[in-house]
């Protein structure tokens, strides 16, 4: 068992590693400006096939971290909220958000939406594993990293606010592409740091088995 989850963990950051260089190939061949383009709007370039592609290896990552920690059954708060990300990312890549200045259909507000779950569903889980792993090295980055996510999301949402208010706010008025690649990055780091984390319970996991059967045997 041991050995298969290593397997998995291995398997979840080749494609965290895969997903992240997909996504720096799509904003090298397309040249938007990154700090008022926003990630989705990339879909729209002849090269935007590649952003599903990023979207999907991501899913795949938070598929293999979440099995994982559903096995452990104190965790399967956490493995339901990643597995949720996970999720979210399929539906964002599936469904395209709207061209600028085009009223909001029914895949962009699936769109929309899939993203603000997503948004605040890993920090939630990479909150509860720093929590209950508080002993651990890891649990202090991965706590930073969630609570940094969850601050530049409010900057995310923000925008959306002003909108709806009436004030007429566009992404070239503000650093919206900032914004968002900061939250975007803030979470695939908190998947990633959810790795260490992972391996460390299963190292302390196999020590109290191999304690429990020598136990066993002088019983």
């Excluded at 700090?35 to 729209?44: L, Q």
């Excluded at 740091?193 to 045997?217: K, Q, T």
Aim: a positive charge; charged letters at 15%; glycine letters at 10%.
């Amino acid at each position: 068992m041991a050995r298969q989850g290593s397997k998995m963990l291995v398997g979840g950051y080749t494609a965290i590693g895969a997903g992240a260089v997909t996504m720096t190939g799509l904003h090298l061949v397309t040249g938007l400006d990154p700090v008022h383009t926003v990630i989705s709007e990339y879909a729209f370039q002849p090269d935007g096939w590649l952003l599903p592609v990023s979207l999907g290896l991501f899913a795949t990552a938070a598929t293999t971290f979440g099995v994982l920690l559903a096995r452990r059954g104190e965790d399967r708060g956490a493995a339901t909220l990643v597995a949720v990300w996970g999720l979210c990312m399929l539906l964002i890549g599936a469904f395209p958000t709207d061209r600028p200045g085009v009223p909001l259909s029914m895949s962009g507000g699936i769109h929309r939406y899939a993203a603000f779950v997503a948004f605040l569903a890993m920090p939630l889980a990479g909150l509860i594993m720093s929590r209950r792993y508080a002993a651990s090295p890891y649990a202090r980055p991965v706590r930073l990293l969630s609570l940094a996510s969850l601050g530049v999301l409010v900057l995310v949402v923000a925008p959306y606010v002003v909108r709806m208010l009436g004030i007429d706010l566009t992404n070239d008025d503000i650093p919206a592409g900032v914004t968002q690649r900061l939250v975007v990055l803030f979470e695939v780091g908190v998947l990633a740091m959810l790795g260490p984390v992972l391996r460390a319970c299963h190292g302390r996991a196999a020590v109290r088995d191999e304690r429990a059967r020598a136990v066993a045997m002088v019983r």
